[in-house]
């Protein structure tokens, strides 16, 4: 009997103990708040998932927008090459849109009707010379506002604002990103340019090249006998050197000094000799810089002394005396010769002219006669002619008759002036005339004490040369190296206002 009362008991308590746990675990339940978590979850997960759908769709406007930076560079590229400078600007226009729109149009995702000027813009602004104002053509779907010739200088401009399409932004009612960038680019065509070449071949240029032929050709001159003047530094040419000569006097062995063959008998080089090769070596030159540029140059050759000379070409070439065979031009450069003279103070036996040799004057005078009046900008623009350039190469001491009176000194300015005032720009190479090489006593009465010391030869070349060209190269100076300097400058700054 006590077995069923006990089962009775043991169920109860039992019970008793699933009924406290029952009420501990809902107790606990009540105070439970880590569910919150959940809850917070649920509610930010809508969110959390647009906010990466719109970190998708960011992402992938802003490579789209680069894609497109780099079409408008290609674009605004494409319509200043140098080919393309040669084309009108409704061509550009039409070369710069088509590289655009075939660019993005391959993109995937990209909103864009190219014909819609707020969406895609493109502007060409020329100038059609290099003092001209420039003229710009707005670049409208299949044709432009205006169309201007073959440009001077060109600047393409390329400004866009697109719309890149959403995966997810669009169920916010965000359906595109706005896209939007610019670029731009400027080209210049470096212009056609004639090159006069104006060698001064005067006795003073020869002047021995280094300060060791100069001490050289004084003391050789100086241990000359009876000839005067003594110790003269320059290898000046005579021709009379016999003692038949008329109203001549002959030196020691009855033979006249012709400095010049003093000069080639030491081995002695002179500035004429340097000057020459730095020439030939220039017309090199602007080959290799003609086709660098995609420009043409052309080149001819005067020289002076007592008069002008036209070198070659020796008659004018459809108008003009310069000639586009530089290679030729090369070969004529050795037509230029040094003066000869009978013998001292007589050009031509006899006759007395006080060895005025450097006739300023009549070089310029020539030089105009043969240089254009009006020269062009350089364009290819139909009608368009060669920008001019002269080049001087001289010592820039002045001896010359004038109105029956002989005048020395600085290089007279005015016929500069002139040369300038016609557009034609002026580089000059002085070859400087020391005081060093004004030795013998005459010279340095004449030459030395009123114009070298102080020096008075340099600020008229640097006031006849136009800004930036004037280029000084004395004793020892590499005078191939100095020429080429200033010709790498004349062609640099062809593009500025002349």
């Known amino acids: ?168 932004g669009g169920i916010l009612g ?33 002047l021995p090249a280094t300060s060791g032929g100069l001490a050289s050709m004084i003391a050789a001159t100086s241990a000359q006998g009876d000839i005067a003047p003594k110790g003269c530094a320059f290898a000046c040419h005579q021709t009379s050197t016999t ?21 080639r008998n030491n081995g002695i080089a002179l500035r004429t000799d340097l000057v020459t090769s730095a020439v030939q070596q220039l017309t090199t030159d602007a080959q290799t810089t003609s086709a660098a540029n995609h420009a043409s140059y052309r080149m001819g050759i005067f020289d002076f002394d007592y008069m002008f000379r036209q070198i070659w070409p020796t008659s004018a070439i459809g108008g003009v005396y310069v000639d586009s065979n530089l290679t030729q031009v090369s070969s004529h450069v050795t037509d230029a010769k040094v003066l000869t003279y009978c013998r001292n103070n007589q050009r031509v036996c006899g006759t007395s002219d006080s060895d005025m040799g450097t006739n300023f004057t009549a070089a310029f005078t020539g030089a105009l006669a043969n240089m254009p009046t009006k020269p062009g900008s350089g364009t290819t623009n139909p009608g368009d002619t060669p920008q001019a350039i002269l080049f001087v190469i001289t010592d820039g001491m002045r001896d010359e008759n004038v109105s029956g009176g002989r005048v020395m000194g600085p290089i007279p300015g005015a016929q500069c002036t002139t040369i300038k005032n016609r557009g034609i720009r002026i580089a000059i190479l002085n070859t400087q005339y020391l005081p060093a090489s004004a030795s013998d006593s005459w010279s340095v009465a004449n030459v030395k004490t009123p114009f070298l010391v102080p020096d008075k030869i340099t600020p008229a070349l640097t ?19 100095a020429l080429s300097a200033l010709f790498q400058k004349a062609v640099a700054t062809a593009h500025l206002t002349q």
């Open 1 to 168: 009997m006590m077995r069923p009362r006990q089962r009775s008991h043991t169920m109860a308590a039992t019970l008793r103990v699933w009924q406290a746990r029952c009420r501990l675990f809902l107790a606990g339940l009540a105070m439970d708040r880590r569910g919150n978590v959940l809850m917070i979850v649920a509610a930010a997960l809508l969110p959390l998932t647009f906010a990466a759908g719109m970190g998708i769709d960011y992402s992938r406007a802003m490579r789209i927008q680069t894609k497109l930076n780099a079409a408008a560079d290609a674009a605004a590229l494409a319509a200043v090459t140098q080919p393309m400078m040669n084309q009108s600007s409704a061509t550009a226009c039409a070369v710069a849109r088509k590289m655009f729109v075939a660019q993005a149009t391959s993109l995937g995702g990209l909103v864009m009707n190219d014909s819609d000027p707020a969406q895609l813009t493109i502007t060409i602004a020329d100038s059609a010379t290099p003092t001209s104002g420039s003229t710009t053509t707005t670049c409208a779907n299949g044709g432009a506002s205006s169309s201007t010739t073959a440009s001077y200088s060109r600047t393409a401009s390329v400004t866009y604002r697109m719309q890149s399409q959403n995966a997810f």
């Open 174 to 206: 965000m359906d595109s990103l706005t896209v939007k960038g610019s670029s731009q680019a400027n080209s210049a065509v470096a212009p056609s340019i004639d090159f006069y070449l104006m060698l001064d071949t005067s006795p003073s240029m020869l």
């Open 243 to 263: 003692s038949s000569d008329p109203g001549g006097t002959p030196q020691s062995g009855g033979v006249y000094l012709d400095n010049y063959q003093v000069a």
């Open 463 to 481: 006031a006849c040369a136009s800004p930036g060209l004037f280029y000084q190269v004395t004793t020892d100076g590499d005078i191939a190296a």
